[in-house]
């Protein structure tokens, strides 16, 4: 049973903010938000990851509620490269992968 | 990143029989994990691996079984082949340690193909 929920696809323009929503309205306390992309069929690779408070690093930035039952990726200056499959997960030890949102950044 | 690797990047075979598709690490990391992916889906578990002692069924794991022959090689192998254990491959590691944190290296995954 998929533990969150995200939009099928996305466009976003090249050099704009693109926001990737997800619900995950299950989660528990003690499990974590990840988030992962896939580019064509290579393996997924890991951008960021949170508990409770809002995350970032040279990649992203992830935003999480307050009430932990949804969170955002922020790719803050898209770029064509930045064309994948994103896949918010969230568990405790093992990954369990949904569909994710096909992000695609035009130019 | 050659951390994770496997081999064969691409097998085609036939219906029946057996193959192994195996998976190296040197990144030194204690968990070990399979996945396949399906056309237009996302990955989902087979078997992992929290140890060389340790072997635990995924999600998927019929049809499939699992050796672990030393902390750096995890492998993957399908007894009898069929048709709709085409699919790709991944392999991952991750660290052991904290449990709620759970960053795994993906490698370059499989493409197995069942005629």
């Known amino acids: 049973d998929a533990k969150t929920t995200q939009p099928p696809s996305m466009d976003c323009a090249e050099g704009r903010a693109a926001n990737l929503p997800c619900n995950h309205s299950t989660i528990s306390g003690n499990e974590y938000v990840y988030w992962y992309r896939q580019i064509h069929s290579q393996g997924p690779q890991y951008i960021i990851h949170?508990?409770?408070n809002n995350e970032t690093n040279e990649m992203a930035s992830l935003i999480i509620t307050e009430d932990r039952k949804s969170s955002t990726l922020i790719l803050p200056h898209a770029t064509l490269r930045d064309t994948a499959v994103y896949y918010c997960?969230?568990?405790?030890?093992?990954?369990?992968f949904g569909a994710g949102t096909t992000v695609t950044v035009r130019a | 990143d050659a951390d994770v690797t496997q081999t064969p990047r691409n097998r085609i075979t036939k219906t029946g029989k057996r193959i192994m598709l195996e998976c190296s690490q040197t990144k030194g990391h204690d968990r070990m994990y399979w996945y396949r992916q399906d056309p237009g889906l996302g990955l989902r578990l087979i078997y992992y691996?929290?140890?060389?002692?340790?072997?635990n069924k995924g999600e998927i794991s019929d049809g499939y079984s699992v050796s672990r022959q030393a902390q750096a090689k995890f492998s993957l192998s399908l007894e009898s082949a069929i048709p709709n254990q085409t699919a790709l491959y991944f392999c991952?590691?991750?660290?052991?340690?904290?449990?709620?944190?759970?960053?795994?290296?993906f490698g370059p995954g499989t493409r197995l193909t069942v005629l």
């Open positions: 691996s929290f140890d060389v002692k340790d072997i």
């Open positions: 997960i969230v568990d405790d030890y093992k990954l369990s």
């Open positions: 949170g508990l409770k």
């Open positions: 991952a590691t991750s660290e052991s340690g904290q449990i709620s944190y759970n960053e795994q290296f």
